[in-house]
């Protein structure tokens, strides 16, 4: 207890300094709507996620879905499945926008209880959260690690 | 360096008064906008590219932009950029580009309007500061053509083979721009502007090649229709923490404008929210012409992340002219080796 409390208290600290970003223990997992039948590896969710791919691998459309910049669960998706930090992904991401190549790039819904809520009402979408968030309204496609 | 193209620009103000009705009915309206705030400072008696000086100035290297982009129909969509940069006296406000897209499928598009000219890697990003590490892409590479969009067609096609994603973008168009020269300004014409672009890479290496010519005309220096060329090839590497930037582009004109070739190359790395980096360039024009522009410089700079969406950036930039000649300054200096330092705050919104 004392140790999770310490822990918790560390990460505050180093998210609030912005100074590094540790992996953090709970893992990550991305999430389809229930409907969703897909098999996807880490490469095919990074394509889509980066706009590279606009379907899933059956041929359905995907609408990716970010959580807000800061989240927890945002960074350990990006540097684990995505396999490029947040710094990386923003650079990226201004170069195709203001190329006028913006186009299927994540749309930023909230935390990832409002990820949760969006994924399980939208057929096409795919999204992250912790895994300690998954419940039977939207369907786990991915777990990393 | 900011484009000038008056039946353009009476065009676009035509298309933006009847835009936000279109946005106004679009809730699929998207907004995004950047701000760099740069201040540079030679040590030069002679006035640099876009204005550096041996006074502190905020004006090259300041400019906010705004992106509206909205879908018309299912396969048409809007986008325009309104750009306000202290490049001008003032800082006036201008459509920079404006276009309608039409989707063709999945993976083609065709674009009509005032499009962006994909010459180099940054060519259509130019004025973000926070999409590139340095203050401003080297000018030994970005001076070679100095226009940033045309008004006429582009097409664009992606695909993939296996890892590697490609894209093709052939375009053609027409341009005219006021280019500013110490001995007075030259109006410049060019016309039959045909060119393409073509990108290919994976996750870590990007290559980009592009060619274009086209018929120029600057009555000033007694140039009529005549052949202008251009090429450039450019590659990426962003692996790990490592980030390797290199370009080349060479500039074919007849008569008094000098032909001329350009390079750099660029290693950064990625420690946390820093990216330091140091660049090689030079830029060489042909010996017979009194415009002739040589130099070599060499930039140490660092990038550092504030927050999500802002970058801090300062860099130093000691530039060498070669054989005499003023490169990229507007008269020649009295002494060959020039320090330039630069900081900018970059953001997006």
Same mark, same amino acid.
């Given at each position: 207890?004392?140790?999770?409390?310490?822990?918790?208290?560390?990460?505050?600290?180093?998210?609030?300094?912005?100074?590094?970003?540790?992996?953090?223990? /709970?893992?990550?997992?991305? @999430?389809?709507?229930?409907?969703?039948?897909?098999?996807?590896?880490?490469?095919?969710?990074?394509? @889509?996620?980066?706009?590279?791919?606009?379907?899933?691998?059956?041929?359905?459309?995907?609408?990716?879905?970010?959580?807000?910049?800061?989240?927890?669960?945002?960074?350990?998706?990006?540097?684990?499945?995505?396999?490029?930090?947040?710094?990386?992904?923003?650079?990226?991401?201004?170069?195709? @926008?203001?190329?006028?190549?913006?186009?299927?790039?994540?749309?930023?819904?909230?935390?990832?209880? /409002?990820?949760?809520?969006?994924?399980?009402?939208?057929?096409?979408?795919?999204?992250?959260?912790?895994?300690?968030?998954?419940?039977?309204?939207?369907?786990?496609?991915?777990?990393?690690? | 360096?900011?484009?000038?193209?008056?039946?353009?620009?009476?065009?676009?103000?035509?298309?933006?008064?009847?835009?936000?009705?279109?946005?106004?009915?679009?809730?699929?309206?998207?907004?995004?906008?950047?701000?760099?705030?740069?201040?540079?400072?030679?040590?030069?008696?002679?006035?640099?590219?876009?204005?550096?000086?041996?006074?502190?100035?905020?004006?090259?290297?300041?400019?906010?932009?705004? #992106?509206?982009?909205?879908?018309?129909?299912?396969?048409?969509?809007?986008?325009?950029?309104?750009?306000?940069?202290?490049?001008?006296?003032?800082?006036?406000?201008?459509?920079?580009?404006?276009?309608?897209?039409?989707?063709?499928?999945?993976?083609?598009?065709?674009?009509?309007?005032?499009?962006?000219?994909?010459?180099?890697?940054?060519?259509?990003?130019?004025?973000?500061?926070?999409?590139?590490?340095?203050?401003?892409?080297?000018?030994?590479?970005?001076?070679?053509?100095?226009?940033?969009?045309?008004?006429?067609?582009?097409?664009?096609?992606?695909?993939?083979?296996?890892?590697?994603?490609?894209?093709?973008?052939?375009?053609?168009?027409?341009?005219?721009?006021?280019?500013?020269?110490?001995?007075?300004?030259?109006?410049?014409?060019?016309?039959?502007?045909?060119?393409?672009?073509?990108?290919?890479?994976?996750?870590?290496?990007?290559?980009?090649?592009?060619?274009?010519?086209?018929?120029?005309?600057?009555?000033?220096?007694?140039?009529?229709?005549?052949?202008?060329?251009?090429?450039?090839?450019?590659?990426?590497?962003?692996?790990?923490?490592?980030?390797?930037?290199?370009?080349?582009?060479?500039?074919?004109?007849?008569?008094?404008?000098?032909?001329?070739?350009?390079?750099?190359?660029?290693?950064?790395?990625?420690?946390?929210?820093?990216?330091?980096?140091?660049?090689?360039?030079?830029?060489?024009?042909?010996?017979?012409?009194?415009?002739?522009?040589?130099?070599?410089?060499?930039?140490?700079?660092? #990038?550092?992340?504030?927050?999500?969406?802002?970058?801090?950036?300062?860099?130093?930039?000691?530039?060498?002219?070669?054989?005499?000649?003023?490169?990229?300054?507007?008269?020649?200096?009295?002494?060959?080796?020039?320090?330039?330092?630069?900081?900018?705050?970059?953001?997006?919104?």
């Amino acid at each position: 207890m004392k140790t999770m409390k310490l822990k918790s208290l560390l990460l505050g600290l180093t998210f609030t300094l912005g100074l590094i970003t540790f992996p953090l223990q /709970a893992g990550v997992v991305v @999430i389809g709507h229930v409907s969703n039948n897909a098999s996807l590896d880490s490469k095919q969710i990074a394509r @889509i996620f980066l706009g590279k791919a606009t379907k899933f691998p059956g041929g359905a459309k995907a609408a990716p879905v970010d959580q807000a910049p800061g989240s927890a669960a945002r960074t350990d998706f990006y540097n684990k499945v995505v396999g490029k930090g947040e710094a990386k992904v923003k650079a990226y991401w201004n170069q195709r @926008i203001f190329a006028g190549k913006g186009k299927g790039r994540p749309k930023e819904i909230g935390d990832g209880a /409002a990820v949760k809520s969006w994924v399980s009402s939208h057929p096409k979408a795919i999204g992250y959260i912790d895994s300690s968030l998954v419940d039977d309204s939207v369907k786990v496609l991915f777990s990393a690690d | 360096m900011k484009v000038r193209d008056r039946k353009t620009l009476r065009v676009i103000a035509t298309f933006l008064l009847a835009l936000p009705v279109t946005l106004l009915a679009n809730e699929d309206l998207s907004i995004n906008g950047f701000l760099s705030v740069g201040a540079s400072k030679s040590d030069a008696d002679a006035v640099y590219y876009e204005g550096i000086a041996d006074e502190v100035s905020f004006e090259p290297d300041t400019v906010v932009g705004v #992106q509206f982009s909205a879908p018309v129909t299912e396969m048409v969509s809007f986008t325009t950029q309104l750009l306000a940069s202290g490049n001008k006296d003032t800082y006036d406000l201008a459509a920079d580009w404006a276009y309608a897209d039409f989707s063709v499928g999945d993976s083609a598009s065709i674009r009509a309007g005032r499009v962006k000219l994909p010459v180099f890697m940054a060519s259509e990003y130019l004025e973000v500061g926070a999409a590139y590490p340095w203050v401003r892409p080297p000018e030994e590479v970005y001076s070679v053509v100095p226009v940033s969009a045309f008004s006429g067609v582009s097409a664009h096609y992606t695909g993939n083979f296996g890892n590697f994603d490609f894209s093709i973008e052939p375009y053609y168009g027409s341009h005219t721009e006021d280019i500013p020269q110490p001995t007075g300004v030259l109006s410049s014409t060019v016309r039959g502007f045909t060119g393409a672009s073509l990108t290919l890479g994976n996750d870590v290496f990007t290559l980009r090649a592009g060619g274009l010519q086209g018929q120029l005309t600057i009555p000033e220096v007694g140039l009529d229709d005549e052949e202008l060329s251009l090429f450039s090839v450019g590659a990426r590497i962003d692996w790990e923490n490592v980030l390797i930037l290199s370009e080349y582009a060479s500039r074919d004109i007849p008569g008094i404008v000098a032909d001329s070739e350009g390079w750099y190359a660029m290693l950064g790395y990625r420690a946390g929210k820093f990216l330091p980096h140091v660049t090689v360039a030079q830029l060489d024009t042909d010996e017979v012409t009194p415009l002739a522009q040589k130099q070599k410089s060499t930039t140490v700079g660092v #990038q550092y992340q504030l927050d999500y969406s802002t970058l801090l950036k300062v860099e130093w930039k000691n530039i060498e002219l070669q054989e005499g000649s003023a490169g990229l300054f507007s008269t020649l200096p009295s002494d060959d080796k020039i320090s330039i330092f630069s900081a900018s705050v970059d953001l997006t919104f």
